[in-house]
């Protein structure tokens, strides 16, 4: 501003007379319509710092952002789609369903084929396996003497879930659960009829 001349209205660029100012929150001299947001709806108090031009009005902060936002709709990264959920509750859901009818046609869950007294030992209550079938679900170690086969629920982190159980051998069992394999072994020895093992 020259020295003896009128300041300038931060916000339209033209001479602002002490008629006619309306004085903004950082002291500076604005036309009384100026001073506020003129996005339909806000009203806004403008200073020179949160003043924004667009297409010939001034705006706010608050609006500036609503219209430059990025404005990408759907998952956000690492998130799944409708399609990813619908389809991973799909194959949980048949998975249930095979589990429930192996029980119920009295089938081995790692074969698909029905068993029988002779051939098959039951491993937790109407879950039969084929005495071949029977392997650790992590390493694919079979039973023998110095290491059992122990049922485990297949995702232990969901409470809520149906419970689908899966053998494990001691020391996979140890690393899922967290716990020692030499406390498993004396359970076994201990209390073989509480712990369905092998």
């Known amino acids: 501003m020259p020295w003896g001349g009128a300041p300038k209205c931060p916000a339209c660029d033209r001479t602002v007379y002490p008629m006619e100012q309306v004085i903004a929150a950082d002291r500076r001299p604005f036309h009384v319509n100026c001073v506020r947001c003129?996005?339909?709806?806000?009203?806004?108090?403008?200073?020179?710092?949160?003043?924004?031009?667009?297409?010939?009005?001034?705006?706010?902060?608050?609006?500036?952002?609503?219209?430059y936002i990025d404005k990408r709709y759907g998952p956000g990264d690492g998130m799944e789609t409708?399609?990813?959920?619908?389809?991973?509750?799909?194959?949980?859901?048949?998975?249930?369903?095979?589990?429930?009818?192996?029980?119920?046609?009295?089938?081995?869950?790692?074969?698909?084929?029905?068993?029988?007294?002779?051939?098959?030992?039951m491993l937790a209550p109407d879950l039969y396996y084929h005495k071949g079938c029977i392997k650790c679900k992590e390493c694919s170690r079979q039973p023998d003497e110095d290491t059992p086969i122990m049922m485990a629920p297949r995702d232990q982190e969901d409470v809520f879930a149906a419970e689908i159980l899966e053998?494990?051998?001691?020391?996979?069992?140890?690393?899922?659960?967290?716990?020692?394999?030499?406390?498993?072994?004396?359970?076994?020895?201990?209390?073989?009829?509480?712990?369905y093992c092998i």
Do not use: W
């Open 167 to 195: 053998p494990y051998c001691k020391f996979c069992y140890a690393k899922k659960f967290k716990t020692s394999a030499i406390k498993i072994s004396e359970i076994v020895e201990i209390a073989p009829d509480t712990s």
């Open 82 to 121: 409708m399609e990813e959920r619908k389809k991973r509750e799909e194959e949980e859901r048949l998975a249930r369903e095979r589990a429930e009818k192996a029980k119920r046609e009295r089938r081995c869950p790692e074969c698909d084929q029905k068993t029988f007294d002779g051939d098959s030992e």
């Open 38 to 67: 003129q996005s339909k709806g806000c009203g806004n108090d403008l200073t020179a710092r949160s003043l924004h031009k667009y297409e010939g009005y001034n705006i706010c902060d608050k609006c500036h952002e609503m219209i």
